[in-house]
């Protein structure tokens, strides 16, 4: 092998070898710059601003949708005019129509009328985030003027994947805190009905012994009149009615409290 081709070989070998370092930098700072966000919104407009940095465009456009619905959940956009924004949504649409995801559209796969008026976009890929979304990115011309390279789009592929799998998690995420967020609700109305509940059941508790007081006092008065069995019963009734609603004021307090000593006398008022 002579001089001048052992040079042009190495000169290759060394534009492959600083090609793949600059996709595992790419790679590496768009995920680091990513990596804790939780916010749908914020991960796909950071992510896209970064792509379009690194692949020199300034135009560019990501959404996300609803599978089932079809309802687009994020759109984030630079570079284009507000006129071009939703025919920029309408190509998105149209790409995730096609449920192919992975594969970059031609001007061919979309129709004539959005073909005709499509205002730049040369890159566009459809990705799925999970089984209920999916999202598209749109990139527009290299500022330089250069064609995306089959690296480029390889590179871009590899991006959007990283991308999908945050986002994915992120949806888990958000998910996960609106149903807390309904918990916590819900525990806050359960603990006021119940504690509404025990205050409302003392007026009336009170009332009953008070009216068994004077009730007492006045049988009482009738002569040979047999009333103590069924006072007695009526009383017990109403202490355990407040030992029960004391309890049932503990445990919305915290205070300790034993299960077993509650039941008991729910079923001593139904044996009453």
Known sequence: MTNESSSLVAQEVQ???????????????????????????????????????????????????????????HFESFGFENEELSLVQSIGREALSKNVFGRFFTREDFPHNLNHSNPGLLAVLAFQIDEESSGVMGLGPKIVGAEYSNDDKELLATLVNNAAVLLKNARYSEALRKALAEIQVLNSAKDKAITHLTHELLTPISLLKSSLTLMEKRLQRIPGFDYQGGMDRAQRSVQRLSEIQSEVEDIMKGREHKVRRTLTKFLDLCCD
Not at 19 to 35: E, G, M, N, R
């Open 15 to 73: 534009a492959e070898l600083d090609k793949q370092l600059f996709h595992l930098k790419t790679l590496y700072d768009v995920s680091h710059d990513l990596l804790g966000l939780t916010d749908v919104g914020r991960i796909l407009r950071n992510f896209l601003l970064m792509t379009m940095g690194n692949f020199g465009t300034a135009q560019g456009f990501i959404m996300d949708q609803i599978a089932r619905t079809g309802e687009v959940s």
